[in-house]
């Protein structure tokens, strides 16, 4: 049995103006000793028993000199903690004296550090003692990022509370190394089935950073929407996104939209990944151009939610001019390497036209100096050694030439637009229910059979929107589900456990509720609310 227990706030010590005192918000498993409830749990993390640190009014951010990116994420870590520590704490560079042997900081003191020997580029170090501060060191800005996430979850739960009353915060004294397993920790969301505006898009930025999630694939056109500005096919956008599945009002991101949306995910350590989904899944720009058709008639607009039906058509050229502007314009539009050119569904054309169709487009999307990822259908096409495959399909026996890169999706494990079960109102269920447990208790290394784990670049979670219309629809979708994607991708796997993963998670609703999400409280999970 599992539980986490009460806040206990009895001072026990004041060292050098840092206050220690018993723990809080810890869970214990069985007999093992208490510990915090870390999602994704990190590599290594040992906890010096029950001490806590403080942090106060008087304390200050640390960073190292001439990285704007820690000044940005020591800004964010001040506003985080302004309502509950009613100030907002003094950032500046670390003393010079001190940056060169990098002594321990001051008792009081954050300190967020760049430092070379850190393992790997996303990978961090975090210690917290009474009496040398709160030190967090990465290679890189994103490994530092990563450990102030994992601080964030190891403050009370009340530091998310915007409306809180002031009060001391307190942390575990910890040492915590930590690196992530995958390269690849992504979402994707479906903005074509539903579009979703660009706030509700920051917020899923927001709540992706905080599971150091580092990909958000946006599934950018479908029949039902096409919902990205290309300047030189207008139409696309002011007719082909001007509804949505169910008849309602679509919407699109303009140029200026995208870039804010890259900035915002950039400052997080999130690539956006952009998706056309090509050569079916097309009817919205068939709809919008009469001459990209067989026959030159353009179709009605389409709010259904059938797949496959509609294809580009594949013998005109205008169709790879098309596809030849759209890719040089988002090529301009993203910093990303990556564009991804879907291939998935193809109902109407033969397997030599759906081959010789990957082929040329991801030529073109080479031509422009962008890596293509297709969905596993691609396969059967003869794809450059650099094309990357995102398997989704669950009956699908892939067998990937060697060096191929894989991005794991499997539709039964983690499409969470998946019914969690039978009385699930939201979401599909064509891949089976995927219940909280289901979307946990699977190693990508043993997945597909032949596929070693060093073929495995990660683990990306789909949410397909044809039943969702809101943000509120997207979170009940995303939790609890989502973080434990989070813990696939990010933690070791024999670190991982449904039972210890189900007790972590239950201490995460608190934290949840704070941020207003409208998470899915599973009975699979013993909540503590
Ligand atoms: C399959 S996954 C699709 C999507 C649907 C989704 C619904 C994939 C590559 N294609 O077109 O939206 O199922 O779960």
């Known amino acids: 049995m599992t539980r986490a227990t009460a806040p206990v706030t009895a001072g026990l010590l004041v060292a050098a103006g840092l206050i220690a005192v018993a723990g809080a918000l810890f869970v214990a498993c069985g007999e093992a000793p208490m510990r915090p409830a870390l999602i994704p749990w990190p590599v290594s993390a040992t906890f010096t028993n029950s001490a806590r640190v403080a942090i106060t009014k008087t304390s200050a951010i640390e960073v190292s000199p001439g990285q704007p990116d820690l000044q940005r994420i020591a800004h964010d870590l001040a506003d985080l903690m302004r309502p509950a520590l009613d100030a907002t704490l003094d950032i500046r560079e670390i003393p010079a004296s001190a940056s060169a042997s990098a002594p321990p900081p001051a008792a009081g003191v954050i300190r967020l550090e760049i430092v070379a020997a850190v393992a790997s580029d996303e990978g961090y170090d975090l210690t917290i003692a009474s009496d040398t501060g709160i030190r967090i060191t990465g290679r890189t800005p994103a490994g530092v990022f990563y450990g102030v996430q994992t601080l964030r979850q190891l403050l009370p739960f009340s530091v998310e509370l915007r409306g809180a009353r002031p009060h001391t915060l307190t942390v575990p004294a910890a040492h915590i190394v930590d690196q992530p397993r995958f390269a690849w920790r992504g979402a994707m969301l479906d903005v074509a089935r539903h579009f979703f505006a660009p706030a509700d898009v920051k917020r899923y930025i927001d709540l992706l950073a905080f599971y150091k999630f580092n990909h958000l694939h946006l599934h950018l056109s479908d029949d039902q929407g096409w919902r990205i500005e290309i300047a030189s096919w207008p139409n696309l956008t002011t ?41 079916s899944h097309i009817n919205a720009a068939l709809a919008s151009y009469p001459e990209l058709n067989c026959n030159g008639v353009a179709p009605a607009l389409y709010t259904g939610i059938e797949v496959g039906f509609s294809s580009f058509c594949v013998e005109k050229d205008i169709t790879y001019k098309f596809i030849d502007d759209v890719v040089r314009e988002l090529a301009v539009m993203t910093p990303a390497p990556y564009i991804h050119i879907g291939g998935d569904e193809v109902k109407t054309l033969n397997a030599q036209q759906y081959g010789q169709f990957v082929e040329r487009v991801q030529g073109i999307v080479q031509a422009h100096g962008k890596t293509a990822i297709g969905w596993d259908e691609v396969i059967h096409a003869k794809l450059l050694p650099t094309t990357i495959v995102q398997y989704w399909r669950p009956d699908a026996s892939l067998k990937p030439e060697p060096g191929t890169k894989l991005i794991l999706s499997p539709a039964n494990k983690i499409y969470l637009d998946m019914k969690y079960d039978a009385n699930t109102v939201l979401g599909l269920n064509w891949a089976g229910n995927v219940d909280v447990p289901v979307a946990y208790e699977w190693n990508p290394a043993t997945l597909l059979p032949g596929v070693p784990e060093s073929a495995i670049l990660g683990v990306e979670a789909p949410i397909w929107s044809e039943t969702l219309t809101t943000l509120s629809d997207l979170e009940f979708l995303a939790f609890p589900r989502f973080a434990g994607v989070a813990e696939v991708a990010w933690s070791p796997q024999e670190a991982r456990s449904w039972t210890g993963f189900r007790t972590r998670l239950a201490a995460q609703a608190q934290r949840w509720s704070a941020l207003g999400i409208n998470a899915y409280w599973s009975p699979k999970v013993e909540w503590q609310r």
Do not use: C
């Open 239 to 279: 007719h082909g996104g001007s509804t949505a599945v169910g008849g309602g009002a679509g919407g699109f991101y303009t140029k200026q939209d995208y870039a804010d949306l890259i900035a915002y995910a950039r400052d997080r350590f999130i690539t956006i990944v952009p998706e056309i989904d090509m050569p």
